[in-house]
């Protein structure tokens, strides 16, 4: 497990092509308050079914960025973010990570 890493803040996390950034119901719910919508409104505008049919995950815009990333590379949902963007890299990496994000190089 990683202890010391510092974001970059270059947004490649977020632009990962075919990322997957799976949801579960507190994260939907937590989200969706945080916009000031309805759950069934999140889930049918922001979310996608999975590859694998095995739940929902974060819907991407066309070239493969996070919708929820901005043009200054910060995350519009930071404070409600989902888990899996929020433990990154502390708790997981793929493989390829280090490949992505400059971030990981300086450690």
Not at 29 to 45: G, T
Not at 73 to 97: A, G, H, Q
Request: glycine share 4%; proline share 6%.
């Amino acid at each position: 497990m990683m202890r010391h890493f510092k974001c970059q803040m270059c947004g490649a996390c977020c632009r990962i092509k075919d990322g997957i950034v799976r949801v579960n119901a507190d994260e939907i719910s937590r989200i969706a308050r945080y916009l000031q919508i309805s759950e069934d409104e999140f889930i049918k505008d922001h979310t996608d079914l999975s590859p694998d049919r095995q739940g929902l995950i974060l819907r991407s815009r066309p070239n493969g960025e996070c919708v929820y990333l901005n043009s200054e590379n910060l995350c519009t949902i930071n404070e409600v973010k989902p888990d899996k963007c929020r433990t990154f890299p502390f708790e997981w990496v793929n493989p390829d990570s280090a490949s992505v994000c400059p971030g990981l190089f300086l450690i």
